[in-house]
């Protein structure tokens, strides 16, 4: 809930802040070097000269001086694409961008990371069936903050040596142990030099990178718990799948430059599923480093898997958003962490936290914010905010706190614990520094009455216990759709659980993370679609060990279609995607619509990409888009959602979508097309039979839908096609939405 204050607070200042630099910054900025990235698309097919000394050629033509052109190129990119990396005035960014040869040219941006039980609740028990030999030959990358291998989550016992397609390596550096047979890889990049030299390392400081890393592939660790909550057995998806670690995220961020330097060795090191719970604000395939590193991955049949962001519940805030990557939303699970607040009048009333911290007597002396207001003329005392609080009317009682963050500001005051009100983000939990608990405002005035009913107020705040609720649900703080570069393409694709998962965590940090916080554990709670994007991919990573001939398109489409549909009170799919994932089903999928690269080139081609780029970026030569057969339809590719976007509600909704399914299913079978129709509009699909003689047989289809907005106050209509064949249930979400105004 910090996070959420902050988040709201910051684009503000800095808008403020750059309105009034802004004329003084121009001038000053085109005179300084700054970072950029220079993306020359696929490796060239014959490589007579070194792709270093392409780079540096490009750069001294341009800057005119081979010493300054030596020294200002940071890095060539060139074991998986062709691009390069260097500090340029805008004036030479600009020429370089007309230079033959050169896709796109920009400027170097930072990105953010989008910060046990959940297998079970997802249908994965711990004696599922697995392929054990074929998991172990996979290899899972995540690209995040580094990785702590001494982690029991990563023990090798009883595994052999790395698999014989593994090209990668792990490197030295401050407090890292090394690899083992389960972490097979770790690097770090810092291209830019951000970090300083002694903090260059791929082990972990943050946490984030040990806690996605053991939730896709962690080995069965039991007794697993924070301070005794959520006991159980934390594992991950492939326990025995191998681990692929590149650092990217230091303190301040995550660089594009270090992004792609990070897809560019993942993809020829051989791993097979790329995790990425990373990601900002939408740009143009071209120009964005995940939408570039994954294209690219997806050329070797890499399949990517990024998290949608944490922007939400805002509409059209949705991340990562191309078409070959899985984007990937965040759900509930089935508890909840209560922590229990008990006035000296006997109401007890039930907040949310992840408080470790129990009481040491009945009842303490409560008091408000308001009323243990100093002297001082700034800030707001109700809200507990910093230096407007006196001592002596704080220490060793609890105190409420209009809003959120009080706790750490009661703590340092001696305060004996801290009860905060808020309606933002109240189905996460978040870690408290002290005895703590959020409540609801309505709650939090009910509390502020008792306080100042009394002169003896007392209460107590308990130690959080979990119970179980219904889920799952869309998490309030997962972005949404639409998104705004292909608007018939819907994402998120599919949600995944994402909200107070244990998982492993480095010993280089604490429970809060906070830099007055001392408790430490090597298991903890994290909340976001970062959380959610690596139960994605351990989930695409077993369903693989099944099938590992599958395409990164087969394994998408095989967990989009057996999805469970959530219900969702804002959004609908533009929150949930397809619904939430099931792996169990998704080994036995029935139908899978495919994608191959030329079918992304076409919807590249659909989308006004120049031929110039299209041709840099595939490898291909000469291309000239008007002779590539693009797909059909209103989407115009075989994507296992079905998606419109109308101008506004008065438009007609009128169109055609083609689809072509595969069978991947055994013998003969007969599949029957079931429609439910968005309210208002027909849905037809011709042929509503399709017959199957064998595997691998394909069959084609289209769906026409025609009506109108008959809802004058939704934004969306939702529907859904589901083929089955009395064994498999194909489903489909059916969405016809309005932009964002």
């Known amino acids: 809930m910090i996070l959420s204050s902050i988040k709201l607070l910051i684009p503000t200042l800095v808008g403020l802040l750059c309105l009034h630099f802004a004329r003084f910054s121009t001038a000053s900025n085109d005179n300084e070097r700054q970072i950029y990235i220079v993306y020359m698309g696929e490796l060239p097919a014959e490589q007579t000269i070194a792709l270093t000394d392409v780079h540096h050629s490009l750069l001294s033509d341009i800057i005119g001086d081979e010493t300054i052109a030596r020294k ?97 390596k792990c490197v030295t550096g401050a407090n890292f142990t090394g690899c083992n047979n389960k972490v097979i890889g770790a690097q770090y990049f810092n291209i830019g030099e951000s970090a300083p030299p002694d903090e260059a390392t791929p082990v972990d400081t943050e946490g984030h990178g040990t806690h996605t890393a053991s939730t896709a592939t962690g080995a069965a660790v039991a007794s697993a718990s924070l301070y005794g909550l959520g006991e159980g057995t934390a594992r991950g998806a492939v326990p025995s799948a191998r681990v692929a670690s590149y650092k990217v995220c230091w303190g301040y961020g995550c660089m594009d430059v270090d992004m792609l330097a990070a897809f560019d060795a993942a993809i020829a090191d051989g791993v097979d599923i790329i995790s990425v719970s990373i990601g900002g604000s939408v740009r143009s395939f071209t120009e964005d480093s995940i939408g570039i590193g994954s294209f690219h991955a997806l050329k070797k049949g890499i399949l990517t898997v990024c998290a949608g962001g944490n922007d939400g519940p805002y509409l059209g805030s949705i991340s990562n958003v191309g078409p070959w990557i899985m984007t990937v ?50 800030g707001n ?30 703590k340092e005051l001696g305060g004996a614990g801290t009860v905060m009100s808020n309606d933002q983000d109240m189905d996460t939990a978040y870690a408290t520094g002290s005895s703590a608990s959020y409540v609801t405002i309505k709650d939090g005035l009910k509390i502020e009455k008792y306080i100042n009913s009394t002169k003896l107020a007392q209460g107590v705040v308990y130690k959080t216990k979990i119970v179980n609720t219904a889920a799952p649900f869309i998490a309030s703080f997962s972005s949404r759709g639409p998104q705004t570069l292909i608007s018939n393409i819907l994402k998120p694709d599919i949600a995944a659980p994402g909200v107070n998962i244990l998982a492993a965590i480095s010993k280089f940090t604490t429970v809060v993370g906070h830099e007055n916080d001392k408790k430490t554990s090597i298991f903890n709670f994290n909340s976001g679609t970062s959380m959610a994007c690596p139960h994605v991919a351990g989930a695409a990573a077993y369903v693989k060990s099944f099938h590992p001939k599958w ?49 992304y080139v076409g919807l590249l081609c659909k989308q006004g990409y120049k031929d110039k780029e299209i041709a840099l970026i595939t490898g291909s030569g000469n291309y000239n888009c008007s002779k590539i057969q693009r797909g059909k339809g209103a989407d115009g590719i075989n994507y296992p959602s079905i998606n419109l976007q109308v101008k506004n509600r008065e438009s007609n909704i009128s169109a055609v979508f083609y689809r072509r ?26 042929p509503d039979v399709l017959l199957f003689s064998h595997p691998d047989q394909k069959r084609s289809f289209k769906v026409t839908l025609k009506g109108k907005f008959v809802d004058k106050d939704s934004r969306y209509l939702s529907g859904s096609l589901v083929w089955s064949d009395t064994k498999h249930e194909v489903r489909s979400p059916i969405l016809v939405s309005l932009p964002i105004s």
């Open 661 to 686: 399914v595969t069978n991947v299913g055994v013998g003969k079978s007969v599949y029957k097309a079931r429609v439910e129709s968005p309210k208002g509009v027909s849905v037809k699909v011709v």
């Open 551 to 599: 395409s990164h398109a087969a394994i998408k489409s095989a967990l989009m279609t057996t999805s469970k549909p959530i219900k969702v009170k804002e959004g609908g799919e533009l929150a949930s995607g397809s619904g939430q994932i099931n792996p169990k089903m998704a080994v036995h999928p029935g139908l899978i619509y495919d994608i191959n690269t030329t079918s």
């Open 329 to 378: 939303a965040a759900s509930t699970v089935d508890r909840r962490f209560e922590t229990d607040v008990e006035l000296g009048n006997g109401d007890k009333i039930s907040g949310i936290a992840i408080n470790t911290f129990a009481p040491k007597k009945g009842l303490y002396p409560l008091t408000s914010g308001a009323l243990a207001k100093n002297n001082a003329t700034f």
């Open 72 to 168: 200002s190129k940071l890095h060539s990119y060139g074991r998986s694409f062709n691009a390069f990396a260097a500090r340029l005035l805008p004036r030479e960014a600009e020429l370089l961008s007309k230079k033959e040869g050169v896709v796109s040219v920009f400027k170097n941006r930072k990105l953010k990371l989008f910060t046990t039980r959940t297998w079970d609740f997802l249908g994965m028990s711990e004696k599922i069936k697995r392929n054990h030999q074929m998991e172990s030959n996979i290899i899972v990358a995540l690209i995040d903050t580094g990785i702590w291998t001494e982690s029991p989550s990563f023990n090798d016992k009883g595994f052999g040596p790395p698999p014989s397609k593994w090209k990668g």
């Open 381 to 410: 005392s109700s809200a507990c905010d910093y230096g407007t609080l006196d001592k002596e009317k704080v220490k060793g009682k609890i105190v409420y706190c209009k809003g959120a963050g009080g706790d750490y500001v009661v």
